[in-house]
């Protein structure tokens, strides 16, 4: 998820509009390995998850399409940052093959322009699959963003959708659509599975529980990232209290070479457990031949690191791929804003490694699956984590470091959150403005690198 800075993800505020009609999704099976899809995915629910903020975005400029398109004649196209080669890409394809074979759709109907870059280029590649047909246009990269609505600016009855975007209530337009995974429960239950191993090296002698080190290859210090590795380390340290993390970031989203290199020295600096938001396999590499365990991301870590890959935190885009393309049959409205976790079945942890994970956590992962379904388990509940004093004002904490108020949005451009309160029942409700993750708060017990 290829983004710019942190704060610039959260500067729109919702616009919940009516959704299409569609029944939940099933949560689909795990993904190891790149590989050709085989299993549909159902449309979820109809209402969205994000909600409007206590800012109004500006005024539809085109109402979006009010005739449905036959499902034989409809054309769905999408423009990757990659390819299926690596492992973002991979899930994003993995979806629209899914909801080709939901909707019974053929390969001529379904275009797809890979390995396009985060300038005009995008443009360009939105354009020529308007012109080739396309009834809706699907996106996965965020630097593609302000370039997607240029071409929905041009199109105004063709649907545009931006995967981990932030702008689409903000430009205006009725045919821009952003979406995102509520990945931060995903990542918790994987951090789950990586602190019970720690703790069970505790247990069993093999490192102090002041070793208890984990350590975090992130791409940039933005919202997405700090919000993924907030929510691993707080899964990590439900299971493991004396656990301490520290971050490295390589500043790119997609580097084998970088990302062996962080978790290399991470592994030198003492980490037991690597966990990463990044997008190749380059960290898993340098955990088995040095004997520590890893927590990957996209897909399955298994094949690089056979005895210490314990599982991976995956995004399942397809019931939001689905769900769009068919209220487009429909011609019913897409949310502008759409997040969906657990329930939904957009997210999932890949195959837990029973050569590696610690006995019981395949029931532990079971029942924190429960918890966040019904709702009893909130990721960033405040009284779980604390964190030093606010230097900008865009959140408060109590005398015990716990959050109690706090902004998610930036209203005048200057990259300090100052508006739309997102404490909600005492958690910091991620997901709930806009699809996008916001929580950008480094809270104790995790390092990172100096500005």
């Not at 005739?67 to 973002?88: L, M, R, S, T």
């Not at 995102?180 to 069993?204: N, P």
């Not at 927590?295 to 991976?312: F, H, K, Q, R």
Request: glycine letters at 6%.
């Amino acid at each position: 998820m290829k983004k710019i800075i942190s704060l610039l993800l959260c500067l729109c505020l919702a616009l919940s509009l009516t959704a299409c009609q569609q029944p939940a999704a099933p949560a689909a099976a795990p993904t190891e390995a790149p590989a050709a899809a085989d299993e549909a995915t159902a449309a979820p629910a109809d209402e969205a998850t994000a909600a409007p903020a206590d800012e109004a975005a500006p005024e539809v400029t085109a109402a979006p399409a009010a005739e449905g398109v036959p499902a034989d004649q409809i054309k769905v196209g999408f423009i990757f940052i990659g390819d299926e080669n690596e492992g973002y890409t991979y899930s994003h394809y993995k979806a629209a093959m899914d909801m080709k074979e939901a909707l019974n759709l053929t390969d001529e109907q379904v275009l797809i322009k890979r390995n396009i870059p985060e300038d005009e280029a995008a443009r360009e590649a939105a354009v020529d699959l308007a012109e080739s047909g396309c009834n809706i246009i699907f996106s996965n990269s965020f630097g593609h963003e302000s370039y997607l609505w240029d071409a929905a600016a041009e199109y105004p009855d063709v649907q545009f959708c931006h995967a981990t975007g932030s702008n689409a209530a903000k430009s205006g337009l009725a045919n821009a659509h952003n979406y995102f995974t509520a990945i931060h429960e995903a990542r918790y239950i994987s951090g789950v599975v990586g602190g019970m191993k720690l703790q069970q090296l505790i247990d069993e002698g093999t490192i102090t529980a002041e070793q208890a080190k984990v350590g975090y290859v992130g791409a940039f210090p933005f919202a997405e990232v700090i919000s993924g590795y907030t929510a691993f380390f707080l899964g990590v340290r439900s299971q493991c209290p004396s656990a301490t993390m520290t971050v490295k970031y390589t500043n790119s989203w997609s580097d084998a070479t970088l990302e062996k290199a962080a978790a290399e020295s991470l592994i030198a600096e003492g980490c037991y457990l690597i966990g990463q938001h990044a997008d190749t396999t380059g960290a898993s590499q340098a955990c088995e031949p040095a004997q520590r365990h890893i927590v990957g991301y996209n897909i399955s870590m298994i094949p690089t690191a056979e005895y210490y890959a314990l599982t991976s935190a995956t995004n399942n885009w397809a019931p939001y791929v689905t769900y769009a393309v068919q209220c487009v049959i429909n011609g019913e409205t897409i949310v502008t804003d759409w997040s969906r976790g657990y329930v939904d079945g957009a997210v999932a942890i890949t195959q837990l490694n029973e050569k590696a994970i610690a006995p019981g956590t395949a029931e532990k992962v079971a029942e924190i699956e429960a918890a966040l379904k019904d709702g009893t388990l909130k990721v960033f509940d405040v009284t779980t984590f604390t964190c030093q004093p606010s230097t900008d004002g865009s959140y408060q904490i109590d005398e015990n470091g716990h959050l109690t108020s706090a902004f998610s949005q930036d209203s005048n451009g200057d990259w300090v959150y100052d508006t739309a309160e997102i404490i909600v029942d005492g958690a910091y409700a991620e997901g709930s403005l806009i699809s996008a993750p916001c929580f950008n708060i480094i809270i104790d017990g995790i390092t990172v690198p100096a500005e």
